[in-house]
């Protein structure tokens, strides 16, 4: 198995799936606090819309897709709470329009839209450098802005009402913790997909729930599994020659029955 290492794209992947397990721990944590699973969901079908512009204007679809997800992550919060619209109505409306905007972008554009099927459903093995470069960028920015409010985000995933009556900006805290969720999915995108998302969102840090209620020993718990399963999932992916996306959310799926199962009988 070591001698695998000796290809460049298995070291990139290996890479990518360290820089993802950042992303989807730290911020998987807060998701799962807060239960806005469904609220991640929109945000990822939403940057579909930012790959099929990418395709259209001739610019890296990971690119392209990360103004997508932020505008996606402050247009469902402020939908939610300034149009009384609601978070389910304002993600269904952002989920639709954002894949239905990605469809026409790439209809509109020339020729063959390459590499689409891995947008949709991941590719770990063909991320190449620059992506891992973005990725690493993302993650910088994902961990200041964790850094900068945690207490803050703590507070708010705990006790919104009384987080506000103490003098927190509640609302811009919110819109903040959704951009980074926005951020994470496109880190999550060549790994994934858009489709798989929010299954290595949220995962890492369900599992980790299991065994620690301490909100920075589960951030490092979900990073740690993170890591534990992509890099597993990937391993099986190429050995038996299987889609590494849907691998390795089946591994994280595996251990997350398995650690349900141990926490019911120490119950």
Same mark, same amino acid.
């Given at each position: 198995?070591?001698?695998?290492?000796?290809?460049?794209?298995?070291?990139?992947?290996?890479? *990518?799936?360290?820089?993802?397990?950042? =992303?989807? +721990? $730290?911020?998987? /944590?807060?998701?799962?606090?807060?239960?806005? #699973? &469904? @609220?991640?969901?929109?945000?990822?079908?939403?940057?579909?819309?930012?790959?099929?512009?990418?395709?259209?204007?001739?610019?890296?679809?990971?690119?392209?897709?990360?103004?997508?997800?932020?505008?996606?992550?402050?247009?469902?919060?402020?939908?939610?709470?300034? *149009?009384?619209?609601?978070?389910?109505? =304002?993600? +269904? $409306?952002?989920? /639709?329009?954002?894949?239905?905007?990605?469809? #026409? &972008? @790439?209809?509109?554009?020339?020729?063959?839209?390459?590499?689409?099927?891995?947008?949709?459903?991941?590719?770990?093995?063909?991320?190449?450098?620059?992506?891992?470069?973005?990725?690493?960028?993302?993650?910088?920015?994902?961990?200041?802005?964790?850094?900068?409010?945690?207490?803050?985000?703590?507070?708010?995933?705990?006790?919104?009402?009384?987080?506000?009556?103490?003098?927190?900006?509640?609302?811009?805290?919110?819109?903040?913790?959704?951009?980074?969720?926005?951020?994470?999915?496109?880190?999550?995108?060549?790994?994934?997909?858009?489709?798989?998302?929010?299954?290595?969102?949220?995962?890492?840090?369900?599992?980790?729930?299991?065994?620690?209620?301490?909100?920075?020993?589960?951030?490092?718990?979900?990073?740690?599994?993170?890591?534990?399963?992509?890099?597993?999932?990937?391993?099986?992916?190429?050995?038996?020659?299987?889609?590494?996306?849907?691998?390795?959310?089946?591994?994280?799926?595996?251990?997350?029955?398995?650690?349900?199962?141990?926490?019911?009988?120490?119950?």
């Amino acid at each position: 198995m070591i001698e695998i290492l000796e290809y460049e794209f298995m070291r990139n992947a290996l890479a *990518a799936a360290a820089l993802v397990s950042i =992303a989807c +721990g $730290v911020v998987g /944590t807060f998701v799962v606090i807060r239960k806005i #699973v &469904f @609220i991640s969901g929109g945000i990822a079908h939403a940057a579909f819309g930012g790959i099929g512009l990418g395709y259209l204007v001739g610019i890296s679809p990971i690119v392209a897709a990360i103004p997508f997800s932020v505008m996606s992550a402050v247009g469902i919060g402020m939908l939610s709470k300034k *149009a009384d619209m609601g978070e389910d109505a =304002a993600v +269904g $409306v952002l989920w /639709t329009l954002g894949m239905a905007s990605g469809v #026409v &972008f @790439i209809h509109m554009s020339e020729g063959y839209a390459p590499d689409l099927f891995s947008y949709l459903f991941g590719s770990i093995l063909t991320v190449p450098r620059q992506d891992l470069i973005m990725m690493l960028i993302l993650d910088v920015l994902i961990l200041g802005g964790v850094f900068l409010f945690y207490k803050e985000f703590v507070g708010l995933s705990f006790d919104e009402e009384f987080s506000t009556v103490v003098g927190i900006p509640a609302q811009w805290l919110n819109l903040l913790l959704l951009c980074l969720v926005g951020l994470s999915v496109v880190a999550l995108i060549r790994v994934v997909g858009v489709v798989l998302v929010i299954a290595l969102l949220t995962m890492p840090a369900a599992i980790a729930r299991y065994f620690t209620f301490n909100v920075k020993k589960m951030m490092i718990l979900s990073v740690v599994i993170g890591v534990m399963g992509t890099v597993t999932g990937l391993f099986i992916s190429y050995v038996g020659d299987l889609p590494s996306g849907a691998t390795i959310v089946l591994v994280l799926g595996g251990v997350l029955l398995g650690s349900t199962v141990l926490k019911a009988q120490r119950r």
